[in-house]
């Protein structure tokens, strides 16, 4: 019942062609394609049989149990002049204390209280087989040992409470999505998390999560979305601080575009290339800090500690795409 | 057995407590005044602190890449466990010495701790072979941070944080006010004000 609840609500949402869902900011996006949350899936977290999107419950909850939905400080992948750049999962400005709770069922597969950390393998499936190759990492951590490691958990468990690793960093609860299994210590795999929010109207169907979402061609035109989040603030990026990279394939070096602002923190720009060209393109943010190196991101992701262009490295990924 | 242990502990508790309640050094006649006033507090021991973990926080940005710093439990020589009265913890000097880099030759002069040439401002009483000191003024002499974290179930934990723990999470954070660590050190003394 539970899985077919799900998909319905995936359904609905592929359905509603992500304009309906996404209200009021994609309206401006009207007309382009319908997103392919797969794609987006496809090099991040490859997870076979998830069919397009997934609704994920909140990391936290009131002593009641209801789900609560804490503003944002920092985002998956946002760049930051600390600790990695960019950043692998998204902080919540949540309490000392907060309950925390799985963002869907599974199983405790690492929590320490030294390491203020805790790591659930999801049970993407619903099958009760803990087989999926999915984690949730969350740190920073008051306590946990809550439930025994080992142990299934649902949504309606309190695994852990947040806090500040100790005092090491300020109060907050960190979270995010883990593809592979943990312990090949991959760093390229943390997953982007707005695909599991996109009913979330608080966190602005799931864009507040992710310093670059929803990136997508629609015809020539290229579109993204890229903000910041200072809790319940959002910081919008100058103009100038989001470029498309582009070129045809076969080629070598990327050339580059500035991308347009239009609202919600939406960005587009045109392919420049006549119909029919095979293209490669990706997309980078810049969050704007003094004395900072490290200030750029990218989509398809990179990690870590990308360079501010594409051309001083060949290991950036791409996508690809026939002009239309 | 057990509960010569727990008498033992007891007189432990009772001496540590007499001679190290008093958080900062003072003049000999001034030291025996206190102990004399810290006494009767000090043999009331019937209020047990529930167990309490000692860590040592190290910096390393290679195995925790979100915090840049991992914790341990620092060993306890001997089986001479860190302990807890009256919410100041105890622990083996030599211990801590070593974890926070200090040496090992730890003594006592008198009440007053010498960790290699430097005779300290820190009481101490020697029990089951070894000198115990309260942790957080112990680890001030040497520059060191102790964080105390008294919300978890289960007991306390107290955390040293060598200098160069703070120096990093002082160098690593976007917003140093909010860590509480750094502003509990800078409370101490152990950082400088911000300009």
Same mark, same amino acid.
């Given at each position: 019942m539970r899985t077919a609840t799900r998909l319905l609500v995936g359904a609905a949402i592929i359905a509603a062609a992500g304009f309906l869902v996404r209200e009021p900011a994609r309206a401006a996006m009207a007309g382009r394609a319908t997103p392919d949350y797969s794609d987006a899936f496809r090099d991040y977290v490859p997870y076979t049989g998830m069919t397009s999107t997934i609704n994920a419950y909140s990391p936290t909850r009131n002593t009641s149990g209801v789900e609560t939905y804490f503003g944002v400080n920092s985002k998956w992948q946002q760049p930051r002049s600390v600790g990695t750049t960019p950043h692998q999962g998204t902080d919540l400005n949540t309490p000392m204390g907060t309950p925390v709770h799985p963002i869907d069922r599974g199983w405790i597969v690492y929590q320490s209280s030294t390491a203020y950390e805790l790591i659930i393998q999801l049970d993407w499936d619903y099958d009760n087989v803990q087989d999926?190759? +999915?984690? +949730?990492k969350y740190d920073h951590l008051q306590y946990v040992n809550f439930k025994p490691t080992g142990s299934f958990v649902t949504t309606a468990d309190k695994v852990a409470t947040s806090g500040s690793e100790g005092g090491t960093v300020p109060v907050h609860l960190h979270f995010g999505v883990l593809y592979p299994k943990f312990a090949t210590g991959t760093n390229g795999r943390w997953a982007v998390t707005e695909r599991l929010y996109t009913n979330v109207?608080?966190?602005?169907?799931?864009?507040?999560?992710d310093f670059i979402n929803y990136v997508e061609v629609a015809g020539s035109r290229v579109w993204a979305n890229a903000y910041t989040k200072d809790n319940t603030q959002t910081v919008h990026l100058p103009a100038g601080n989001v470029r498309l990279y582009h070129r045809r394939v076969g080629a070598t070096r990327w050339d580059s575009v500035t991308m347009t602002a239009a609202s919600h923190g939406d960005w587009y720009a045109d392919l420049p290339y006549p119909a029919g060209t095979q293209v490669q393109w990706l997309v980078q943010a810049r969050r704007p800090m003094s004395g900072e190196t490290h200030n750029s991101a990218y989509f398809p992701p990179r990690f870590k500690h990308p360079d501010n262009s594409p051309n001083v490295s060949a290991t950036f990924p791409y996508f690809t795409a026939t002009v239309q | 057995m057990r509960d010569r242990v727990r008498s033992g502990w007891l007189a432990v508790c009772v001496a540590l407590a007499a001679a190290c309640t008093a958080p900062d050094p003072a003049p000999a006649g001034d030291r025996a005044r206190d102990a004399a006033a810290a006494a009767p507090a000090a043999a009331d021991t019937s209020r047990a602190d529930p167990p309490a973990v000692l860590l040592l926080a190290t910096v390393a940005p290679e195995i925790d890449e979100e915090s840049g710093i991992v914790s341990r439990e620092v060993e306890a020589p001997g089986g001479r466990a860190p302990l807890v009265r009256n919410d100041t913890m105890y622990a083996d000097a030599a211990a801590l010495a070593a974890v926070l880099g200090a040496g090992t030759s730890v003594s006592l002069e008198g009440d007053r701790v010498r960790v290699g040439n430097r005779l300290l401002g820190v009481r101490g009483l020697r029990e089951r072979g070894g000198v115990y000191v309260p942790v957080r003024d112990f680890a001030r002499e040497f520059g060191a941070y102790t964080y105390t974290d008294r919300s978890r179930e289960g007991g306390a934990v107290y955390t040293?944080?060598?200098?160069?723990? =703070?120096?990093? =999470?002082?160098?690593n954070r976007e917003r140093p006010d909010? +860590? %509480? +660590? =750094?502003?509990?050190?800078?409370?101490?003394?152990?950082? %400088?004000?911000? %300009?």
């Open positions: 999926d190759d +999915v984690y +949730v109207a608080d966190w602005n169907y799931g864009r507040d999560l | 040293l944080y060598p200098r160069e723990a =703070l120096l990093y =999470l002082l160098a909010e +860590v %509480p +660590v =750094l502003r509990g050190a800078r409370e101490e003394g152990l950082l %400088p004000e911000r %300009p």
